[in-house]
């Protein structure tokens, strides 16, 4: 059984940096992508940042040159490094994995497994 478990949220000013991370486990499929969304109240879920089973990495607009997808395999654990945050970064974070090793979409559709998600709130 698949689990994905988020943790490392929290409230932070402008300016201020946080490390997600997700413990993966039970999930064994190669290749395989994983990847970090995000919600805020009243909007849609959207993609933030993906990484594949070979290191490759895309990032959406919004959190290029601010934010870092990372993976530690012999922690079977995935990151998410944000700095210089702003307060429309505040939403729920989720981890999800998916087989396949594609990068060309970040929609939550291609995605079957997810957390149960982490706070983060940005203060201006």
């Known amino acids: 059984q698949v689990q994905l478990v988020e943790s490392g949220g929290g409230s932070v000013q402008t300016g201020g940096s946080l490390r997600l991370s997700c413990a993966r486990s039970g999930y064994t499929i190669s290749p395989y992508s994983m990847a970090w969304f995000r919600q805020a109240p009243g909007k849609e879920r959207e993609g933030v940042a993906v990484?594949?089973?070979?290191?490759?990495?895309r990032y959406a607009d919004s959190v290029k040159g601010r934010f870092t997808i990372s993976q530690d395999n012999t922690k079977n654990t995935l990151y998410l490094q944000m700095n210089n945050l702003k307060p429309e970064d505040t939403a729920m974070y989720y981890c999800?994995?998916?087989?396949?090793?594609?990068?060309?979409?970040?929609?939550?559709?291609?995605?079957?497994?997810w957390g149960q998600g982490t706070q983060v709130s940005v203060s201006s």
């Open positions: 990484i594949n089973s070979g290191g490759a990495t």
């Open positions: 999800a994995a998916r087989p396949g090793s594609w990068l060309r979409t970040l929609l939550p559709s291609d995605f079957g497994y």
